[in-house]
C-alpha cells in the first residue's frame, strides 16, 4: 500500500521561505499526477503544483513565481520549494497522487504558517 508522509512545515514570516518534502512509500505504477494541495481554515482545498504523467509542470497561478515543484527519484521524494511566503499562502499542505485504476492518495498533511 503506497503512502505519502510530507514534512517541513512551520511558522515563517512574510517574505521567507519554506521546503515541504513528501516521500512515498510502496510501489505504485500508472501515475497520473503527483503534486501539492492546500487548504486554508474555512476554504476548500485548492491546487497549488503537480508534475504530470508527461513530465510537465503545472501551478496555481497564485503562486506562480513563488513556488517551485521538484523530485528526486533516488528519494522518492517530491519537494515544494516556497518563497516569498504570503499571510494568504498560511494552510495545511497536503500531497497527492493519483494514478490509473487506483483511489487518490493524499498524505496527512503538514501546517504552514505565515505570519505578517
Known amino acids: 500500500q503506497v503512502q505519502l508522509v510530507e514534512s517541513g512545515g512551520g511558522l515563517v514570516q512574510a517574505g521567507e521561505s519554506l521546503r515541504l518534502s513528501c516521500t512515498t512509500s510502496?510501489?505504485?505504477?500508472?501515475?497520473?499526477?503527483m503534486g501539492w494541495y492546500r487548504q486554508a481554515p474555512g476554504k476548500q482545498r485548492e491546487f497549488v503544483a503537480a508534475f504530470s504523467n508527461r513530465g510537465g509542470t503545472n501551478y496555481a497561478d497564485s503562486v506562480k513565481g513563488r513556488f517551485t515543484i521538484s523530485r528526486d527519484n533516488t528519494k522518492n521524494t517530491i519537494y515544494l520549494q516556497m518563497n516569498s511566503l504570503k499571510t494568504t499562502d498560511t494552510a495545511v499542505y497536503y500531497c497527492?497522487?493519483?494514478?490509473?485504476?487506483?483511489?487518490?492518495?493524499w498524505g496527512p498533511g503538514t501546517q504552514v504558517t505565515v505570519s505578517s
Open positions: 497527492h497522487l493519483s494514478a490509473l485504476l487506483n483511489p487518490d492518495i
Open positions: 510502496g510501489s505504485i505504477f500508472n501515475i497520473n499526477a
